[in-house]
C-alpha cells in the first residue's frame, strides 16, 4: 500500500469509526459496519457492508427508513473526511448476522468476497 492509499484509508478508517458509534447508539439492531477498497480504484471500489443483529432487525430498520440514514451519516462523515464517493447509495450494502449464520455459517471474510 502506498503512502498516500494509507493516509487514505486512515481518514477512511476514521469517518466509519464516527458513523458506526453514531449508529450504535440510535439506530436499533445495527452492530458493526466494515469496508472494502482497491485503492486504485478509489472511490469507486469502496464498498460498505452495514450489519444488524437479525434479518428483523434489517427489515425493521429498512421500514424505518434508517437504511436512509445511516447513508446520509456515512455521507455527511466521509465529506468531513474529503472521501466523495459518486455512488455512495449504491455502495452501502445491508447485511445481518443471522443471514450471514444461514447462508455461509458465520464465515464473514468469504460473504464479504462474493
Known amino acids: 500500500m502506498r503512502k498516500s492509499d494509507k493516509q487514505l484509508d486512515n481518514r477512511l478508517r476514521g469517518a466509519l469509526m464516527e458513523v458506526c458509534e453514531l449508529a450504535l447508539e440510535s439506530v436499533p439492531g445495527f452492530r458493526w459496519l466494515t469496508h472494502l477498497a482497491d485503492y486504485r480504484r478509489f472511490p469507486d471500489s ?29 455521507q455527511a462523515k466521509l465529506a468531513a473526511a474529503a472521501i466523495k464517493p459518486a455512488a455512495l447509495r449504491r455502495q452501502v450494502h445491508f447485511d445481518s448476522e443471522e443471514a450471514c449464520q444461514r447462508e455461509h455459517r458465520g464465515n464473514w471474510k468469504r460473504r464479504l468476497s462474493q
Open 46 to 74: 469502496l464498498r460498505i457492508v452495514c450489519v444488524f443483529d437479525s434479518d428483523d432487525a434489517l427489515t425493521q430498520a429498512r421500514e424505518a427508513r434508517e437504511d436512509d440514514y445511516l447513508c446520509q451519516l456515512l
